[in-house]
């Protein structure tokens, strides 16, 4: 993924806490969105650090590989905030 992704990290322990609104909101507006139009990436193909495990065949859930973005960050939710 390092070699074909684009990355961005945003600080904050999203497993203990929902991320902040405004944080969502940059993302979107700032970050992903401009990211997407640019490079042409639909809102399916926007993924998290645990969804590249996912596809390495580590499983988050199981305490295998990371949570990020953590577990209450929704990203089905922010997918469908990007459509």
Same mark, same amino acid.
């Given at each position: ?21 405004? &944080?969502? =909101? ?17 809102? =399916? ?8 495990? &996912? ?29």
């Amino acid at each position: 993924m390092n070699n074909v992704g684009l990355h961005v990290c945003c600080v904050g322990n999203y497993d203990l806490t929902p991320p902040p609104t405004g &944080l969502i =909101e940059c993302l979107i507006r700032r970050v992903v969105v401009p990211w997407m139009r640019r490079y042409g990436i639909p809102p =399916e193909n926007v993924i998290g650090h645990r969804d590249a495990g &996912l596809m390495a065949g580590f499983d988050w859930r199981k305490g295998q590989y990371k949570t990020c973005p953590g577990k209450l960050f929704s990203l089905d939710l922010f997918r469908e905030m990007l459509r």
